[in-house]
């Protein structure tokens, strides 16, 4: 069984004229120890993904159908309550802004005890062993000198650093990091997840990364989603993907990366944008940039179908895998 | 070589943050004393760039980047330092005698959000720079202007009665870029056009950019974090470090041999598709602030090649054999 | 997105102003209310029975009437008389419309300063910012009524009863204009320093536009809607300044009443048993001010500018 497995989910955010379907039937599964890049432009609806799954999403979204199996628990299911014991303990989230995380008031010591205390019964000396031992692990220069400092006394990197160091507190099972060095310098980002990756693989903790970057996503994971328009339109592993990727939209945004292209050279361009939540067009989500719709895609969702070890939703790649079975059969 | 079009010699811009004479004021060991603290943003630069080119300026935050572009366009006045334009010294020009360079310098902002004023329609934010420039065009040739202008950006100019708010950050961007070439400038200064787009946008972004180089004979000067970028897009590329050009090269020399350490842990840090894990060169310790300079060569706190005559003395830029210039005391002393 | 060009009442009519406004109960029950005001104030003198100006029309034999449905009333004087027996609802009327337009007026008076000052001082910053915040802050630190009441004992001394009479109206708009633009200028102030951090007004900058062109075309209408806002919950502080006024004797004269000075009037009768000629009016003054903060509020929620509150 998987550690965590989403199926179907459904997100909505309830505005004048209607809800908003922000995630339309997404479904994936997490192993333990395993690194899962997610992978869209903004408005893809990757962050609502990582932010429902520990129930954060903030009103008018609610989570409107659908599983979130956490080790056979459904998560959508549970109560708040519960919930708490969940967050930060077994699931750790890591956000883009390190000051979502930290309270600029307490010190670095106080918040990283007063997180462990939350959530075990142990003694404010021992809490902060721990705490400091997680500040080695992350290598910050003189960790005993942070525990009693303020965020505002460190950099942008640090920060982040501290985050993970907290994120690592409780040895939780998965670690969710939206975008978290976006904000960062090309440096310090590489630096940063260097990092997390080398920590995950020590601690054998999985790892959900939300994230635009796909030269980050091939670097750091084993799998990897795409995501458009609230749905999941490809997944499989990573280097499958990256290498050979089977959807029009996947292809695009390889192609559109500046470091395909000929220096000096137009770069290939998907033309449009993605669409607002407002007006998702029918079918496919993706027909009206799309160089190969057809009239099918304009009719209804395609469904998935695999090609190697990736699943993609596309009725071109579809075809595709299904005249190439005939090709076989006819030779045979 | 002919003469650049823009010219920048030993441009400095300092921020001070020390406010008014009161508040410098600090009482220290029994009796008081004046201190002042400034941001040093830019530590002279020299930059020539060339009609027709692309020249790229990149480097972390705070390497003052984006200070020099502002400090270009006359947004800031530089503390010392000169800015020439086509042999023209503008620094020091004002009132009448600048709005010539108004017109043939032009700029893009980085946030499309905020460099449409909300309340102008697209008609009326572009039409009023050309009114502005061209007071003797009817109101015919106005118009006429504005749609060729939408037009060549992509943009329906059935679309110009709509308020920016209404419309994507690309399709903004392109806006933007359409306000800047309604004026018919010569040089584009770019202040991190595209980072604030989605993927699938910036390429489409960094086309039309192209696209108008070559149809109007565009200089740019391209300011970005983004070294992929830079390999695509520059003639030539000037790596900042805290306030200093470290390095100044060719595109393509500069992403084959790299020669500061700088630029080599700049070049390793980008994530590349064909990566399977991150394989950067580590800097020790993080970029220190602008306000307390390092002796020497701002660098040497993180570099592991610096001895003592970098922690004193600050490197000139020399001449490579690859026809750049770098500035550091280890590639002149042939230790790197 | 459609290339159909989409009308100003389109827009309006999908706004997010509109959709509230419609859903705000009180907002509308309000502008109603304040509407039915101002309208019955502008026709006034069309819509009262008599003009309480004309002496002609006043015989001091109906003075101290009752409201209708109280003994002794006359139902030609449905809302009753004053001391000096003019017809209260007639005099209401055209008081309202003496509190309205010293209300407006003060207003636009503060607004036109107020705009120009705090545009002034926050984007051209510097000494200019110090000085005139400063005389803000000086100005602010005297009580409104107070600069008023020794602005208009002054000029009741040198202009003499009569004369002030005629010229009390514009008077009471200056006064109270000009005590008052800090509050404007200074929530001009506040939001000129967000809006000039932003691209647009480097763009106009770069494009060569000059400081007038900038401050007015770019940036003043990007701060209106809390100069609105603040405007709005201005009219009625200028409206019970203005009666504090009239009430202290330092305000309208009982020739041209507004409500301030009809509520002064009455109250020297309310001891011999005549109420109403205090309190009508001062409840038609309490109904016109609540209503105007009530919309104020609403328009603050409405547009949410984190704005100076004064």
């Not at chain 1, 030269?215 to 328009?229: A, D, N, W």
């Not at chain 1, 945004?253 to 993605?274: D, H, K, T, W, Y």
């Not at chain 3, 602010?140 to 004369?163: C, D, E, P, Q, R």
């Not at chain 3, 020739?255 to 000629?277: A, C, E, N, R």
């Amino acid at each position: 069984m998987a550690l965590l497995e989403v199926n179907d989910l459904d997100v909505r955010f309830a505005v004048r004229g209607g809800d908003l379907k922000a995630l339309r039937g997404i479904s994936f599964s997490l192993d333990k120890g395993e690194r899962l890049g997610l992978v869209g432009e903004s408005g893809a609806g990757k962050s609502v993904a990582a932010f429902s799954i520990l129930n954060l999403i903030a009103k008018p979204g609610y989570i409107a159908g659908g599983q979130i199996l956490f080790e056979g628990r459904d998560l959508a299911a549970m109560s708040e309550r519960e919930l708490r014991g969940i967050r930060g303990n077994r699931i750790a989230m890591i956000f883009q802004d390190p000051m979502m995380t930290l309270n600029p008031v307490l010190t670095i010591g106080t918040q990283m005890v007063e997180a462990i205390q939350a959530h075990r019964k142990i003694s404010k000396k021992e809490a902060r062993k721990i705490a400091l031992d997680r500040l080695q692990k992350v290598q910050i220069p003189s960790p005993e000198k942070r525990l009693d400092q303020y965020p505002h006394e460190l950099s942008g990197g640090m920060r982040q650093r501290v985050i993970i160091a907290i994120a690592l507190l409780l040895d939780p099972e998965i670690i969710i990091a939206d975008e978290p060095t976006t904000a960062l310098d090309v440096t310090i980002q590489a630096e940063i997840m260097a990092l997390l990756l080398d920590l995950c693989e020590q601690e054998n903790v999985a790892l959900m990364l939300i994230t635009h970057d796909l030269g980050v996503v091939s670097q750091v994971t084993q799998r990897m989603l795409v995501m458009y328009s609230g749905r999941i339109i490809e997944q499989g592993p990573t280097r499958e993907i990256i290498n050979d990727a089977q959807h029009p939209y996947t292809q695009g945004l390889i192609n559109a990366l500046p470091q395909m292209g000929e220096p000096g050279e137009r770069l290939f361009q998907i033309p449009g944008s993605m669409p607002s939540l407002k007006n998702v067009p029918t079918g496919c989500p993706f027909h009206p940039r799309c160089h190969f719709a057809t009239e099918q895609c304009k009719q209804a969702m395609p469904e998935y179908v695999r090609s190697g070890n990736v699943n993609v939703a596309c009725y071109e790649v579809a075809n595709l895998i299904e005249q190439e079975k005939r090709m076989q059969e006819a030779e045979s | 070589m002919t003469s650049p079009l823009v010219k920048i010699r030993s441009l400095e811009k300092r921020f001070d943050l020390s406010g008014s004479l009161l508040e410098q004021l600090r009482f220290e060991n029994g009796r008081f004393r004046r201190k002042q603290e400034a941001v040093h943003a830019i530590n002279g630069v020299d930059l020539d760039v060339h009609k027709g080119e692309t020249l790229c300026v990149v480097g972390e935050s705070g390497c003052g980047k984006s200070t020099v572009a502002r400090t270009v366009m006359g947004l800031l006045s530089p503390s010392a330092g000169e800015i020439h334009y086509d042999g023209e010294r503008i620094d020091h020009l004002d009132g009448k005698a600048v709005q010539p360079y108004r017109r043939k310098m032009q700029m893009i902002f980085q946030n499309p959000y905020a460099s449409l004023n909300p309340r102008m329609t697209i008609q009326q934010t572009l039409e009023e720079p050309i009114r502005f420039h061209y007071p003797q065009w009817s109101a015919t040739e106005v118009r006429d202007k504005v749609h060729e202008v939408m037009h060549s950006v992509g943009i329906d100019p059935d679309w110009g009665s709509r308020f920016g708010h209404e419309f994507s950050g690309g399709q903004r961007q392109r806006i933007a870029i359409a306000r800047a070439l309604a004026v018919d400038p010569e040089f584009i200064v770019a202040d991190e056009p595209i980072s604030a787009l989605d993927v699938s946008i910036q390429a489409q972004v960094l086309n039309l950019l192209m696209d108008a180089q070559e149809s109007c004979s565009l200089t740019y000067l391209f300011i970005t974090h983004d070294l992929a970028v830079v390999e695509h897009f520059g003639t030539r590329v000037a790596v900042m470090y805290l306030g200093r050009v470290c390095e100044l090269a060719d595109t393509k020399t500069l992403f084959a041999t790299p020669r500061h350490p700088y630029t080599q842990a700049l070049l390793s840090a980008i994530p590349r598709l064909e990566d399977d894990r991150p394989n950067h060169i580590r800097l020790q310790g993080e970029v220190p602030t602008p306000v307390q300079l390092p002796s020497g060569c701002v660098f040497h706190g993180r570099c592991p090649y610096a001895n003592d005559r970098c922690r004193q003395e600050i490197p000139q830029l020399i001449a490579t054999d690859g026809g750049g210039q770098v500035a550091c005391h280890a590639v002149e002393e042939g230790r790197l | 997105m459609t290339t159909a060009t989409v009308s100003r009442w389109d827009r309006f009519r999908e706004s997010f102003f509109w959709y509230s406004f419609k859903r705000d109960k009180i907002a509308i029950l309000s502008t109603l209310v304040l509407l039915l005001m101002v309208l019955a104030a502008i026709f006034a003198p069309w819509l009262a029975p008599t003009d309480p100006y004309d002496l002609a029309q006043i015989n001091i034999m109906n003075s101290e009437l009752p409201p209708v449905g109280l003994d002794g009333a006359d139902a030609a004087f449905p809302l009753g008389t004053d001391a000096q027996g003019r017809d209260l609802l007639s005099t209401i009327l055209y008081g309202t419309r003496v509190s309205l337009l010293i209300g407006f007026g003060a207003v636009l008076l503060q607004g036109a300063l107020g705009i120009l000052f705090g545009l002034l001082a926050g984007y051209l910053g510097g000494k200019v910012d110090a000085v005139l915040m400063r005389i803000a802050d000086v100005q602010l630190s005297f009580s409104t009524l107070m600069v008023a009441i020794i602005v208009g004992a002054v000029f009741k001394a040198s202009f003499g009863n009569l004369m002030f009479g005629e010229i009390a109206i514009y008077m009471l708009i200056f006064i109270i204009g000009v005590a008052e633009w800090p509050q404007i200028a200074r929530t001009v102030r506040a939001s000129v320093l967000a809006e000039k951090k932003k691209e647009y007004v480097d763009a106009a900058k770069v494009m060569g536009f000059g400081t007038g062109r900038i401050m007015f075309r770019h940036i003043l209408p990007n701060t209106l809607s809390p100069i609105f806002v603040i405007a709005t919950v201005q009219i009625a502080n200028a409206i019970i300044s203005e009666a504090a006024l009239s009430f202290l004797g330092l305000g309208m004269p009982e020739t041209q009443p507004s409500l301030g000075s009809l509520i002064k009037s009455g109250f020297d009768y309310i001891q011999s048993g005549s109420w109403w000629i205090t309190l009508i009016p001062g409840l038609v003054l309490v109904v016109l001010v609540l209503v105007i903060n009530l919309l104020g509020d609403w328009l603050r929620d409405v547009m949410n500018p984190r704005l100076y509150k004064g």
